[in-house]
């Protein structure tokens, strides 16, 4: 799953950006919001009828426009002032909203937010002619959720050290001094950790940080270009001090090499799958893939427990398992799981995890390149299935010819998701259940959920 903050309007070539950052065209008169694009920008048109896609804007409101960036077909701009706000209009909850190229809902109220969610995945469907069966909601927390994030780091030309979340469309860092939507435990860790930079001897060797919070720890990797050991011996100091596991990926290109810097080097961040179970743990190390709202995501595995409707021995596939999220389930449930994952690291942390939690005689992993179906999807009871943005159409080309009765699909990006669906309907199913999952408040991403069942022939 990717960063926060990377479907925005594709950029068109003719764009004309105004004189400087700052200018703008003030445009005479006020527009009123029409809609939500799904990006969660809001639609209105000006005068001559051109279509305006302007920040922080919520439908139904009255604003005065200042226009930042002109097209041939549209014109992006930001809110100069709210003549009329919506009822969901609120307070931002962070300082660098609109500037730090993380947020894009935080004006706007929680439940407002997810129903925008709603109706950009049954805009999505709608465009193939597919009907979105009434959706549930999956959420939790607005503020706080946030398990994993990833810093940048740069020194300036003046000698700045700036450390935070890449501009929006820029190759610009934004520095933050906050980021309310992290767990606080990590958000915590943002001030020392500009604090300690500023002393480094070398702080253009390190390309940027990885911040993850498990149940019970805190870990941190560096991405260090060059081994600096005045530097690593700072870190380790600020390893103790801070009570955090350290790793350092160390070396340029792509064979870098992982260090443990810290004193537990055998303990990794792990969650429990479900809320409560001790004995159902998934460990990650550095660079692994974790869904990144950890009550979003017990939620998520429920609902896949939920739908899945396992019996003893049942036989299920789980593409795109990453280290387990949910095979492990679904094996503690009875099923005999085979699971495909493409990193052989992950594989290899899927097997660990599976053992440890005494259900490796359920559970089968395997890596494989899913660009294309692995055989044998048709002899599963139930095909799982939760690729990257990029969706899964090979898979699903090969489903519509020869899959089994049950599909279950979990996606973090709605218009691959929609693609994907309408091959699988044209093969013979039915979308039967739909749910949207809040992993990512105050931003327009969504993860959903759907289940398919393949008509009687
Ligand atoms: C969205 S994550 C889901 C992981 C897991 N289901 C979970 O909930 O934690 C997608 C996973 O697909 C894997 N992946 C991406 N492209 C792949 C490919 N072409 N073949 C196999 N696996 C791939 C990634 O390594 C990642 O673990």
Redesign the pocket.
């Known amino acids: 799953?990717a960063m926060l903050g990377q479907r925005r309007q594709q950029r068109s070539a003719t764009r004309k950006r105004l004189e400087s950052p700052g200018a703008k065209r003030d445009d005479e008169g006020s527009v009123v919001i029409e809609r939500l694009a799904h990006d969660g920008r809001g639609v209105a048109h000006d005068r001559e009828g051109k279509i305006l896609f302007i920040e922080q804007a919520l439908p139904g409101e009255e604003i005065e426009v200042a226009i930042h960036t002109q097209h041939g077909r549209y014109d992006e701009g930001h809110v100069r002032r709210v003549l009329k706000a919506s009822d969901e209009r609120v307070t931002p909850g962070c300082a660098h909203f609109g500037r730090c190229g993380g947020c894009d809902l935080q004006h706007q109220a929680t439940d407002g937010q997810r129903r925008h969610k709603q109706q950009v995945l049954r805009e999505h469907l709608a465009r193939h002619d597919i009907a979105l069966p009434e959706p549930l909601t999956l959420a939790g927390q607005a503020w706080g959720y946030r398990r994993r994030a990833r810093l940048g780091v740069r020194v300036g030309s003046d000698d700045r050290i700036h450390m935070g979340y890449r501009v929006r469309g820029q190759d610009r860092l934004f520095n933050i001094e906050q980021c309310p939507i992290l767990d606080p435990r990590l958000e915590a860790l943002i001030e020392p950790l500009r604090a300690l930079i500023e002393t480094l001897e070398v702080p253009r060797r390190l390309g940027h940080i990885e911040l993850v919070a498990g149940d019970d720890h805190v870990m941190i990797t560096l991405r260090q270009l060059r081994r600096v050991p005045g530097d690593l011996a700072r870190w380790q100091a600020f390893a103790r001090t801070h009570e955090i596991l350290l790793s350092v990926l160390c070396g340029e290109g792509d064979t870098p090499v992982l260090e443990r810097l810290d004193d537990y080097p055998d303990t990794w961040p792990h969650y429990r799958a479900q809320p409560g179970n001790e004995v159902l743990n998934?460990h990650v190390r550095s660079g692994?893939?974790?869904?990144a709202n950890a009550e979003v995501?017990h939620q998520?595995v429920a609902q896949v427990l939920a739908w899945a409707e396992v019996s003893e021995a049942m036989p299920v596939v789980?593409?795109?398992?990453?280290?387990?999220?949910?095979s492990l389930t679904l094996a503690a449930a009875g099923a005999r799981v085979i699971a495909?994952?493409?990193?052989e690291s992950?594989v290899q942390r899927l097997r660990d995890n599976a053992e440890a939690a005494g259900v490796s005689d359920h559970v089968e992993a395997r890596?494989?390149?899913?660009?294309s179906a692995p055989a044998g999807l048709e002899d599963a009871a139930l095909v799982?299935l939760?690729?990257?943005r990029?969706g899964a159409q090979g898979i699903c080309q090969s489903l519509a010819v020869k899959g089994p009765s049950r599909v279950l699909y979990?996606s973090?990006e709605p218009a691959t998701l929609a693609r994907d669906v309408h091959l699988l309907i044209s093969g013979g199913y039915r979308l039967v259940r739909a749910a949207v999952a809040d992993m990512f408040p105050q931003t327009a991403h969504l993860e959903s959920l759907v289940l398919l069942e393949r008509q009687p022939t």
């Not at 692994?288 to 869904?291: E, G, H, P, R």
């Not at 789980?318 to 949910?326: K, Q, T, Y």
């Not at 890596?367 to 660009?371: E, G, I, P, T, Y």
């Open positions: 799953m998934i692994d893939f974790l869904q995501n998520l789980d593409l795109f398992a990453g280290v387990g999220n949910f495909y994952e493409g990193r992950m890596r494989a390149d899913l660009a799982v939760d690729p990257p990029a979990v973090c």
